[in-house]
């Protein structure tokens, strides 16, 4: 065990100078950092637009030629599969489907866990037994089989169809979360003054207590989807995803196939791998800069001058 | 006694971030040995950055821009406390300055009992000691402080807030420390508690003949408790003097408004309305 | 106007005991309390006495176990209206002014929703004079850019004005501060205490002053009611209970609180008996880990008195 006195002393240093947040310009050290914010955004826009645009850009993913298995050219900028189809327009096409699927499943990912986490914690009592019974069973569930079985035994396989069975067995861990905040929010003294200025339940619920839940709902949605489209990936590759449905998972399935990685054709299996992990990271950066924003603790302050103290050394 | 035993000359602490704060200015006070010096100040004043500072316990983006702190070792040998590092520093926090912070109390460990963590400091200052010796010493030093030894085997949790805070001070006394920093020691417990504390550290002070440097808000405590009394107000020491002194004939504005704002409890309520406005900062 | 009766209150909680039973822990046990228009009525106690579950009663943020709140004699129902109805008459000044606002919504805001839930104003031009009204009575000015303001634009006094502020927008007659000032600065404490007295006056509020503080108690009310755990000890006009503290645990406060103008005071454990209105038991006295151990016998050893008394109250418990 250690036990250094440096340990007793930092729990203090944020509460022994509380005027330095004020006024003095504190408050700009709280921006600081938010760079990864921004870079994450960027990616993330720069996909959603290619998403957006992908029936646009590539609207016969398909399409087969003769050429199979060309290396990176002019005319096929990332090069073709064994069957001949243009790998960027693939991948293209598969950032449409990945997108969606992130979208959709972050998405209902929120509302579940908004619906058992908020409304449970909120509503308290039987309710809140209730969902978080729920949630716990949920969240015991081994994913990865269920989702298996469960793509294995609906119907259709539409690619929505996916993104619902991923959030189905993924939202209950943000309910947790999203539940425990409620609580905490919720017993703070400006809801219960909200209480005797006899405000109704559901302006409490929507104007006191919401607002202050917002930063954890957003980095839970950007969780969530990130998940998802992991999980997607994950799924298509091991052939379960959505049979006519295009994804980055998909087309590294097909790869896997075509012994893609055998053969050195490394410009069909690379760019798909690639654009997960980007987009994967850029989801990262800005659920960390979200976590840096509510956790003060995890804000680094940032030092203009690391001047040596006088006489250090 | 002619040597102060710390004494701060000029002492400026900044914390350099966008718009740097000087958050101590040129702050200049000694401490003799055995002496209880009160520090107050309202919240943001700088009295804890000041007991950081003096510790050697700052962290970025604070750091002291200037001034110095100097020590008197027992042999009687100036040690320039800003030169400390490394292993010396931390011999020297605990054996020579000791700390109790406010919030010290919720540092304890939850799953080591009271008896191994006052123990610890020993092993971690490399003393020789047998762990028997140990666990005498932990005794002893958790009776001084008024609790009974019974509670060696207590976990945090037993305790009330009072007695964690006084475990702390048993842990700050063990390695027989010349001067103790106490920063709001007592601001989270209720006053019977409180008072308990008090008179405890002043036998304490007593017995081992150590120095108290007493950083509060409550200046009221501050004139039955002190010595001396240094009063702060952003970042600058605007008076010192005994509390005899500062009570009868408060030089400084602010001085005279900090005694008018703790009525007395048995006396009469003294004239509000004077509002002291710090260059109209606020 | 209103006089706050609260009768026989009573909250018991139950708590996870160890095994199957839940215990109770009664957290106020038959205290009752009257504020009459135009008077402060000052409830002291340590952290844990029960003071701020009186509090929460009072306003029905916490239902009573028992008892019963009257003004001026009627009992209000326990319904959503009726609440409301109670709760126009009846308002509260939480300790925090930093969590007590909400920092996502504006000072306008959070002042006009308590005009507009208690119907108080009709139409935006009166709306605006009532605001700009209760910005004066607390002493906001420019009146106009505050209401503008978030919460952490303020400062910790005016934070604490604009609470006060919201808490008289329903135009109430009882006012409950629950230990309005202890999270202040020291310097501006009196100055919110000297308001809240100025407003009790002007408005002829029934105000309940919960406070651990003494002094304050002492010089902004007229009678002082002590807790200590859960119960009432002592109780009477404010000088009397400072100056002449009859019940122990009174004189341990009197006797504990910083006072350097003015002579200690000696504790006389016997004072009670020429008393008979104050009731001293042991179990209301019981007597904690806290001051059972050696210690606390040793540092109260300038009063003889003390040990004599600890020690009748230590073979109490054991017989």
């Given at each position: 065990?250690?036990?250094?006195?440096?340990?007793?002393?930092?729990?203090?240093?944020?509460?022994?100078e509380?005027?330095l947040?004020d006024?003095?310009g504190?408050?700009?050290?709280?921006?600081r950092?938010?760079w990864k914010?921004?870079?994450?955004?960027?990616?993330?826009?720069?996909?959603?637009?290619?998403?957006?645009?992908?029936?646009?850009?590539?609207p016969?993913?398909?399409?087969?030629?003769?050429?199979?298995?060309?290396?990176?050219?002019?005319?096929?900028?990332l090069?073709?599969?064994?069957?001949?189809?243009?790998?960027?327009?693939q991948?293209?096409?598969?950032?449409?489907?990945?997108?969606?699927?992130?979208?959709?499943?972050?998405?209902?990912t929120?509302v579940?866990?908004?619906?058992?986490?908020?409304?449970?914690?909120?509503?308290g009592?039987?309710?809140?037994e209730?969902?978080?019974?729920?949630?716990?069973?949920?969240?015991v569930i081994p994913?990865l089989?269920l989702?298996?079985?469960?793509?294995?035994y609906?119907?259709?396989?539409?690619i929505?169809v996916?993104?619902?069975?991923?959030s189905?067995?993924?939202?209950?861990g943000?309910?947790?979360?999203l539940?425990?905040?409620?609580?905490?929010?919720?017993?703070?003294?400006y809801?219960?003054?909200?209480?005797?200025?006899?405000?109704?339940?559901w302006r409490?619920?929507?104007?006191?207590?919401l607002?202050n839940?917002?930063?954890i709902?957003?980095?839970?949605?950007?969780?969530?989807?990130?998940g998802?489209?992991?999980?997607?990936?994950?799924?298509?590759f091991?052939?379960l995803?959505?049979?006519?449905?295009?994804s980055w998972?998909?087309?590294?399935?097909?790869?896997q196939?075509?012994?893609?990685?055998?053969l050195?054709?490394?410009?069909?299996?690379?760019?798909?791998?690639l654009?997960?992990?980007?987009?994967?990271?850029?989801?990262?950066?800005?659920?960390?800069?979200?976590?840096?924003?509510?956790n003060?603790?995890?804000?680094?302050l940032?030092?203009?001058?690391?001047k040596?103290?006088?006489?250090?050394? | 006694?002619?040597?102060?035993?710390?004494?701060?000359?000029?002492?400026?602490?900044?914390?350099q971030?966008?718009?740097?704060?000087?958050a101590?200015?040129?702050?200049s006070?000694?401490?003799d040995?055995?002496?209880i010096?009160?520090?107050a100040?309202?919240?943001?004043?700088?009295?804890?950055?000041?007991?950081?500072?003096?510790?050697r316990?700052?962290q970025?983006?604070a750091a002291i821009?200037?001034?110095?702190i100097?020590?008197t070792?027992?042999?009687?040998?100036?040690?320039d406390?800003?030169?400390?590092?490394?292993?010396?520093?931390r011999?020297?926090?605990?054996?020579?300055?000791?700390?109790?912070?406010?919030?010290?109390?919720n540092?304890l460990?939850?799953?080591?009992?009271?008896?191994?963590?006052?123990?610890?400091?020993?092993k971690?200052?490399?003393?020789?000691m047998?762990?028997?010796?140990?666990?005498?010493?932990?005794?002893e030093?958790?009776?001084?402080?008024g609790?009974?030894?019974?509670?060696?085997?207590?976990?945090?949790?037993?305790?009330?807030g009072?007695?964690?805070?006084r475990?702390?001070?048993?842990?700050?006394?063990?390695l027989?420390p010349?001067l103790?920093?106490?920063?709001?020691p007592?601001t989270?417990?209720?006053?019977?508690v409180q008072?308990?504390?008090?008179?405890?550290?002043?036998?304490?002070?007593?017995?081992?003949?150590?120095?108290?440097l007493?950083i509060?808000?409550?200046?009221g405590?501050?004139?039955?408790?002190s010595d001396?009394?240094?009063?702060?107000?952003?970042?600058r020491?605007?008076?010192?003097g005994?509390?005899?002194?500062?009570?009868?004939?408060p030089?400084h504005?602010?001085t005279?408004?900090?005694?008018?704002?703790?009525?007395?409890?048995?006396?009469?309520?003294?004239?509000?309305?004077?509002?002291?406005?710090?260059g109209?900062?606020? | 106007m209103?006089?706050l009766?609260?009768?026989?209150?009573?909250?018991?909680?139950r708590?996870?005991?160890?095994?199957?039973?839940?215990?109770?822990?009664?957290?106020?046990d038959?205290?009752?309390i009257i504020?009459?228009?135009?008077?402060?009525v000052?409830?002291?106690?340590?952290?844990?006495?029960?003071?701020?579950?009186?509090?929460?009663?009072?306003v029905?943020?916490?239902?009573?176990?028992?008892?019963?709140?009257?003004?001026?004699g009627?009992?209000?129902?326990q319904?959503?209206?009726?609440?409301?109805?109670?709760?126009?008459?009846?308002q509260m000044?939480?300790?925090?002014?930093?969590s007590?606002?909400?920092?996502?919504?504006t000072?306008r805001?959070q002042?006009?929703?308590?005009?507009?839930?208690?119907?108080?104003?009709h139409?935006?031009a009166e709306e605006?004079?009532?605001?700009l009204?209760?910005?004066?009575?607390?002493?906001l000015?420019p009146?106009?850019?505050?209401l503008?303001?978030?919460?952490h634009?303020?400062?910790?006094g005016?934070?604490?004005?604009?609470?006060?502020a919201?808490?008289?927008a329903?135009?109430?007659?009882v006012?409950?501060?629950?230990?309005?000032?202890s999270?202040l600065?020291?310097?501006?404490?009196?100055?919110?205490?000297?308001?809240l007295?100025?407003?009790?006056l002007e408005?002829?509020?029934?105000?309940?002053?919960?406070t651990?503080?003494?002094?304050?108690?002492?010089?902004?009310?007229?009678?002082?009611v002590?807790?200590r755990?859960?119960?009432?000890?002592?109780?009477?006009?404010?000088?009397?209970?400072?100056?002449?503290?009859?019940?122990?645990?009174?004189?341990?406060?009197?006797r504990?609180?910083?006072?350097p103008?003015?002579?200690?005071?000696?504790?006389?454990?016997?004072?009670?008996?020429?008393h008979?209105?104050v009731?001293?038991?042991?179990e209301?006295?019981?007597?904690?880990?806290e001051?059972?151990?050696?210690?606390?016998?040793?540092?109260?050893?300038?009063?003889?008195?003390?040990n004599?008394?600890?020690?009748?109250l230590?073979?109490a418990?054991?017989?």
């Open positions: 065990m250690t036990f250094s006195q440096q340990e007793l002393a930092e729990p203090d240093l944020s509460k022994s509380p005027d947040s006024e003095t504190g408050r700009r050290i709280v921006r950092g938010s914010f921004w870079v994450g955004i960027a990616i993330c826009a720069l996909f959603a637009i290619i998403a957006a645009l992908g029936p646009l850009l590539a016969n993913p398909n399409q087969t030629n003769s050429d199979g298995l060309q290396a990176p050219s002019l005319q096929h900028l090069g073709t599969t064994n069957i001949g189809q243009d790998v960027l327009t991948v293209i096409a598969g950032t449409t489907g990945s997108v969606i699927i992130g979208v959709v499943a972050g998405a209902l929120v579940l866990s908004m619906i058992f986490g908020v409304g449970g914690a909120f509503l009592g039987k309710w809140d209730a969902s978080s019974l729920l949630s716990n069973v949920f969240l994913g089989p989702l298996i079985i469960v793509t294995d609906v119907q259709s396989r539409d929505l996916i993104a619902v069975v991923i189905l067995v993924s939202w209950a943000a309910a947790r979360v539940r425990a905040q409620t609580l905490s929010v919720r017993s703070r003294d809801v219960d003054a909200a209480r005797v200025a006899s405000e109704s339940t409490i619920m929507l104007r006191e207590i607002p839940l917002m930063p709902i957003a980095s839970q949605f950007v969780f969530g989807a990130l998802a489209i992991l999980a997607e990936a994950g799924l298509s091991l052939g995803g959505a049979p006519g449905g295009r998972g998909s087309i590294l399935f097909f790869a196939n075509a012994q893609a990685i055998s050195g054709a490394w410009w069909w299996f690379v760019p798909p791998g654009c997960i992990a980007v987009l994967g990271a850029a989801l990262g950066l800005i659920n960390f800069s979200i976590d840096e924003q509510i003060p603790r995890l804000r680094t940032a030092v203009l001058r690391p040596a103290k006088r006489g250090g050394k | 006694m002619s040597q102060p035993l710390l004494s701060i000359n000029n002492l400026t602490v900044q914390y971030v966008a718009t740097p704060v000087t101590v200015n040129d702050v006070l000694y401490i040995p055995g002496e010096y009160g520090l100040g309202e919240s943001g004043c700088g009295k804890s950055t000041l007991a950081y500072a003096v510790t316990l700052l970025p983006p821009t200037g001034g110095s100097e020590w070792a027992s042999d009687d040998s100036r040690i406390i800003l030169r400390l590092d490394g292993e010396t520093l011999t020297f926090r605990w054996e020579e300055i000791a700390m109790v912070f406010q919030g010290a109390m540092a460990n939850p799953v080591h009992t009271i008896g191994s963590q006052i123990a610890d400091v020993f971690d200052h490399g003393t020789r047998t762990r028997a010796e140990r666990t005498a010493r932990a005794a030093l958790l009776r001084t402080v609790i009974d030894d019974k509670r060696l085997k207590s976990y945090p949790h037993e305790l009330s009072g007695m964690r805070q475990v702390m001070i048993a842990m700050a006394l063990a027989r010349r103790i920093v106490m920063d709001e007592t989270a417990l209720d006053v019977v008072r308990n504390i008090l008179e405890e550290i002043n036998r304490l002070r007593g017995e081992f003949g150590f120095a108290v007493f509060t808000h409550d200046l405590l501050l004139l039955e408790i001396r009394i240094g009063i702060m107000l952003t970042g020491l605007v008076e010192q005994t509390p005899h002194a500062l009570q009868n004939s030089q504005d602010y005279q408004h900090l005694l008018n704002s703790f009525p007395s409890l048995r006396g009469d309520l003294p004239l509000t309305g004077t509002r002291y406005v710090a109209g900062s606020r | 209103t006089t009766e609260a009768l026989h209150l009573r909250k018991d909680y708590v996870r005991g160890s095994g199957w039973r839940a215990a109770r822990l009664q957290a106020v038959d205290v009752s504020v009459r228009p135009g008077e402060t000052a409830l002291v106690g340590e952290s844990g006495s029960g003071k701020s579950t009186i509090a929460k009663m009072l029905r943020l916490v239902d009573a176990t028992s008892g019963t709140v009257t003004l001026d009627e009992t209000i129902g319904g959503r209206r009726a609440t409301k109805r109670y709760r126009s008459r009846v000044v939480f300790q925090d002014p930093f007590s606002l909400n920092p996502a919504l000072i805001h002042l006009t929703r308590p005009l507009r839930i208690h119907g108080i104003v139409s935006a605006e004079r009532e605001l009204r209760l910005m004066e009575s607390v002493n000015s009146a106009k850019t505050i503008a303001k978030y919460p634009e303020l400062s910790g005016q934070r604490q004005r604009v609470a006060i919201r808490a008289l329903p135009r109430p007659e006012l409950i501060a629950d230990e309005p000032v999270m600065d020291v310097s501006i404490r009196l100055e919110i205490l000297q308001l007295n100025d407003l009790k408005r002829n509020l029934a105000v309940l002053y919960i651990h503080d003494l002094a304050t108690a002492r010089h902004f009310s007229s009678q002082i002590v807790m755990s859960g119960r009432v000890v002592e109780r009477g006009p404010s000088d009397a209970v400072i100056l002449n503290p009859v019940h122990p645990y009174t004189q341990f406060l009197v504990a609180a910083p006072d103008k003015s002579a200690p005071w000696i504790v006389d454990p016997n004072r009670h008996l020429g008979p209105e009731v001293v038991s042991t209301n006295l019981e007597l904690t880990e001051n059972t151990s050696v210690h606390w016998v040793r540092s109260w050893d300038d009063d003889a008195a003390v004599t008394m600890l020690a009748s230590a073979s418990q054991t017989s």
